[in-house]
């Protein structure tokens, strides 16, 4: 039996049996809200902040901000009338790491309970690390060097990439504290959603294709490019299917597209700024009829940004009210978690949560559940001339 065959097989084991207790998941309620939520990978972008205005595809004008790296003043926040949601009160912990001082968080899943990451033992290779419920669940390690788990589901299912000795990018799939092999050496696995489906990238490294594997043992599918692209990268999968990347068309600098159930796909519409039409969208991340991503605007002065969200049905852009780094973890009620000003945020509306911090750090954030109530992330600092980072969860409650 292959690696591909005996790891379906257990994947499938737990459908021979009738599940025993409560369900995990409310069937009726999840039929009425529809497609369940999916981010994706955010983009290591160095960013600031300068205001700009925002002029929606349909038309209307809204506050908006952008990044620019030399401007770091405030931006007042517009004012509202309709009543604000309520803020949430959020507590930070350090997650467990067996007394390893330098670990990462760099994935998380839906329902908050399933973190992964990587730990930094002196001396030897590093270790990926999954935590359930802020507790350590697997310390096996992926197989080859630089491991990284780059995406977990609600059940427990992770994928992540590392190089083998030839220096080639292979694929696994996590599975019950067990990594195996995914199929073609150069395959990049970037997300995976609850039902198994998994997307990426594969070929060159200037010329990458979009991927999609139907279930984590199987093999890839290439993921059609429109007319003239030269390139494309899938970068996150929705509940429903629904696939979020970027696409290049000849020397143009990428920008978002969506594969959409039944074989459609449409490159997303460009969003206007103050009358200026953006070179390009960079979406983050996907939830519902929701991707929340920036404008990318190109000048003599260098590159600049405008935090926003794209509504794939009204196809319309509307403006996020803070300015956020490359992160941008949208949920199903439409929260956006964030860096804001080197500050962790959720931003709801107009309101802007700020999670407690260490002042003398730098946050970074992976990971936003789907009730809004777990973020995750990491800190990063300097002490005695030497770096650290140290894996962070945030836990939130509404009153």
């Known amino acids: 039996m292959s690696n591909q065959d005996d790891l379906a097989q257990r994947l499938l084991e737990p ?47 809204a506050v908006a901000t952008a ?11 517009p004012s509202v009338t309709a009543a604000a949601p309520k803020k949430p009160t959020c507590e930070m912990s350090t997650l467990p790491t067996d007394g390893v001082a330098k670990a990462l968080v760099t ?97 060159p490294a200037e010329k990458p294709f979009p991927v999609r ?15 003239l692209a030269t390139s494309g990268t899938a970068k996150a999968v929705d509940e429903d299917g629904t696939v979020v990347g970027t696409v290049s068309i000849g020397d143009d600098v990428e920008t978002g597209y969506l594969w959409l159930p039944g074989s459609r796909s449409m490159m997303m519409p460009l969003p206007e700024v103050d009358g200026r039409k953006a070179d390009a969208f960079w979406p ?26 794209y509504d794939i049905r009204a196809e319309t852009y509307d403006s996020i009210v803070t300015a956020l780094a490359s992160t941008a973890l949208v949920n199903k009620n439409g929260s ?26 730098e946050y970074d954030i992976e990971s936003f559940s789907d009730d809004g109530r777990v973020v995750a992330g990491s800190s990063g600092f300097t002490k005695d001339e030497k770096t650290g980072n140290e894996p962070i969860l945030w836990r939130c409650q509404t009153a």
């Open 15 to 61: 459908l021979r049996e009738e599940p025993s207790g409560r369900p995990r998941f409310d069937v009726d309620r999840a039929m009425a809200e529809g497609r369940r939520l999916r981010r994706m990978r955010r983009w290591s972008i160095t960013a600031a902040v300068s205001a700009l205005t925002l002029v929606t595809a349909g038309g209307g004008t």
């Open 67 to 77: 990044l620019r790296d030399d401007d770091r003043r405030p931006v007042p926040l």
């Open 107 to 203: 994935a998380g899943d839906p329902s908050g309970r399933y973190l992964a990451g990587r730990v930094y033992r002196p001396g030897k290779p590093v270790l990926t690390i999954v935590w359930r419920d802020g507790k350590i669940l697997s310390r096996t390690a992926m197989p080859g060097s630089d491991a990284t788990v780059t995406d977990i589901n609600s059940l427990g299912t992770g994928v992540g990439t590392s190089y083998g000795g030839d220096d080639r990018i292979r694929s696994y799939v996590y599975q019950e504290d067990k990594y195996f092999p995914m199929s073609q050496v150069g395959a990049t696995a970037q997300a995976i959603n609850d039902a198994g489906v998994v997307v990426g990238s594969a070929g």
């Open 213 to 227: 594997w139907p279930y984590p043992g199987g093999e890839y599918e290439r993921l059609e490019l429109p007319v």
């Open 284 to 309: 983050v991340s996907i939830s519902g009829d929701l991707v929340a991503g920036r404008a990318v605007f190109d000048d003599e002065g260098g590159r600049v940004f405008a935090s926003m969200t």
């Open 336 to 361: 956006v978690a964030g860096v804001a000003r080197r500050t962790p945020v959720i931003v709801s509306g107009t309101v802007i949560t700020r999670l407690p911090v260490d002042e003398r750090k």
